[in-house]
């Protein structure tokens, strides 16, 4: 089974430690006083992941597109959001009598990267990109406490919410890119 998510201590460690680094300089970017550790493990989840930190702290498999974590506000809870590169659903690519011959295009492929076409791209070609979007539940039950402030070993926790973070969310996304295949 390949991995959905990884963390690239390598290159943190040959940058002193960016990753730490970046949530020192991000600190508006957390919430205080909270019991529960989602509001804080979703901001430590987006300090560690593009756009917010490019290449991030976690990176992920090429089909996946984008993942981010929410807090439920029905119960507070902690789910997240994954969206992948899908193939066609069977129903398109069985026939292609909905093609008329108008070249469609799908996913494009940049160094191994699946891309947005860009504006110039649209202007000329039809594109017809699958994916699917998963919205999964995350377990809360290893994730630090939400530190009481500023000065509460706020990277050390941060690290430790995206460890499990990416754990569980390895646990949960990767076994559908294996059935997905390539």
Same mark, same amino acid.
């Given at each position: 089974?390949?991995?959905?998510?990884? =963390?690239?201590?390598?290159?943190?460690?040959?940058?002193?430690?960016?990753?730490?680094?970046?949530?020192?300089?991000?600190?508006?970017?957390?919430?205080?006083?909270? =019991?529960?550790?989602?509001?804080?493990?979703?901001?430590?989840?987006?300090?560690?992941?593009? +756009?917010?930190?490019?290449?991030?702290?976690?990176?992920?498999?090429?089909? @996946?597109?984008?993942?981010?974590?929410?807090?439920?506000?029905?119960?507070?809870?902690?789910?997240?959001? @994954?969206?992948?590169?899908? +193939?066609?659903?069977?129903?398109?690519?069985?026939?292609?009598?909905?093609?008329?011959?108008?070249?469609?295009?799908?996913?494009?492929?940049?160094?191994?990267?699946?891309?947005?076409?860009?504006?110039?791209?649209?202007?000329?070609?039809?594109?017809?990109?699958?994916?699917?979007?998963?919205?999964? +539940?995350?377990?809360?039950?290893?994730?630090?406490?939400? +530190?009481?402030?500023?000065?509460?070993?706020?990277?050390?926790?941060?690290?430790?919410?995206?460890? @499990?973070?990416?754990?569980?969310?390895?646990?949960?996304?990767?076994? @559908?890119?294996?059935?997905?295949?390539?």
């Amino acid at each position: 089974m390949g991995k959905a998510f990884w =963390i690239d201590q390598e290159f943190d460690r040959d940058r002193d430690g960016r990753y730490a680094v970046h949530v020192r300089k991000n600190l508006e970017e957390f919430e205080w006083g909270d =019991i529960a550790p989602v509001r804080f493990a979703c901001a430590a989840w987006r300090l560690a992941t593009p +756009p917010a930190l490019t290449p991030g702290y976690v990176r992920w498999d090429r089909r @996946v597109l984008d993942a981010t974590c929410h807090r439920n506000t029905w119960d507070g809870s902690l789910y997240a959001r @994954v969206r992948v590169v899908s +193939p066609l659903p069977e129903e398109l690519t069985r026939s292609r009598a909905w093609w008329r011959d108008r070249g469609w295009l799908g996913w494009q492929e940049t160094f191994g990267q699946y891309v947005e076409p860009s504006q110039q791209d649209l202007a000329r070609h039809p594109f017809l990109r699958a994916s699917l979007l998963l919205e999964v +539940p995350v377990p809360l039950d290893d994730l630090p406490a939400e +530190p009481e402030g500023p000065h509460d070993e706020v990277e050390q926790r941060a690290h430790r919410a995206v460890v @499990v973070l990416t754990r569980e969310l390895n646990a949960l996304v990767s076994p @559908v890119l294996d059935q997905l295949g390539g």
